[in-house]
């Protein structure tokens, strides 16, 4: 079976603040295989980005700690190595290399005050042995592969000076201008129009079947992941509650918490007068409740179980579909790794 790129084991980071220690990611299991996408979905606030930055160990230290975990990476044929135990120097050789990572916002990301042309120049430079005239070339095929006419002269261009789309483009650019691995997308269509959005995510498509790239991409759309992910994983305070195939996970959802998401969105077809909402509020992760984080607010929720006494392991209730509750079925197969789901290729 092929070895996943990226596996991340009982990952916990905590950030130290005035009020307490609040656990923004508290046991998170990910598997990431060559040529896949990982859909990461949930609330804000549930995890979904501190698990991303902590792949490139871009969590600041202090206020953020690593309090327990190990990120295996695993690429060029080599032994998998615990990314949390390299040095800043041998993170530096891996960041935008190896692994890629596209922010949220465009516009707080890139500098105001350099050009688009150096900043793409910048990542060039740094991981490749290429003079600056070659490195040139290299970002301008970048921002051609992006979708971006007159590439040559948009190299002398500021940030203020490109619309929402185009800078998105940008930071793709910019990412993939050092052929990495994979590739963290952070929410890349957040404040684009639908237009814009679809564009972007397409491209994100191709580029990847270009190129054999894996995503992790991370959103709160359930819609963006049903088109765009392979696998999908839904988080909720600082936990994965269900990991699976798209499809698994969209025709049976097993967690209280995705059966929630997925009533919570309109269908074609089909005419309601409210739609059904979680009741309650995302519980405070300087404060977690005992047991279940999402008991509180679960509709299964059953005194005479452990939902209020223990949190629950994430479990095979399924072949290769898992999902954190109580109240899970489980199946014959036990409760297998996360990292014997197998690779799903993008292009079927």
């Not at 309090?67 to 935008?96: C, F, H, N, Y």
């Not at 909720?236 to 499809?247: L, N």
Request: aromatic letters at 6%.
């Amino acid at each position: 079976m092929t070895e996943p790129l990226l596996r991340i084991e009982d990952l916990a980071v905590n950030f130290d603040t005035p009020s307490g220690v609040v656990k923004a990611v508290n046991g998170v299991h990910l598997s990431i295989y060559p040529g896949q996408t990982l859909g990461v979905v949930g609330e804000s606030g549930c995890g979904k980005s501190v698990s991303a930055l902590s792949t490139l160990q871009l969590v600041p230290t202090p206020p953020g700690c690593y309090e327990r975990g190990k990120i295996w990476w695993s690429a060029k044929g080599e032994p998998p190595v615990d990314l949390l135990t390299q040095t800043e120097k041998q993170m530096q050789s891996i960041r935008g290399n190896d692994i890629a990572m596209i922010f949220q916002e465009p516009m707080t990301s890139l500098n105001p005050v350099y050009t688009v042309g150096e900043q793409i120049l910048e990542a060039i430079l740094l991981h490749q042995a290429v003079g600056r005239a070659q490195a040139i070339e290299i970002a301008v095929t970048a921002l051609e592969d992006v979708g971006i006419a007159d590439a040559r002269s948009r190299l002398k261009t500021y940030p203020h000076q490109l619309s929402g789309g185009m800078r998105q483009r940008v930071m793709i650019a910019m990412a993939l201008a050092c052929q990495p691995k994979l590739l963290l997308a952070d929410e890349p269509t957040t404040a684009l129009d639908v237009t814009i959005q679809a564009q972007i995510l397409e491209l994100l498509r191709e580029l990847q079947i270009k190129r054999g790239m894996s995503i992790m991409l991370i959103t709160h759309d359930l819609g963006v992941v049903a088109q765009n992910a392979d696998v999908v994983a839904v988080m909720y305070a600082g936990r994965v509650v269900e990991y699976g195939s798209v499809h698994d996970v969209f025709d049976r959802p097993q967690h209280p918490y995705t059966r929630g998401l997925f009533d919570s969105m309109p269908r074609l077809g089909e005419e309601k007068h409210r739609l059904r909402t979680i009741e309650g509020n995302v519980p405070d992760p300087g404060n977690l409740p005992s047991g279940c984080p999402f008991h509180p607010r679960c509709r299964d929720w059953q005194e005479d179980v452990q939902c209020a006494q223990a949190v629950p392991p994430l479990q095979e209730v399924f072949p290769r579909h898992w999902a954190a509750c109580w109240h899970g079925t489980g199946c014959d197969q036990g409760n297998a790794s996360l990292a014997d789901i197998p690779p799903v290729s993008t292009t079927a």
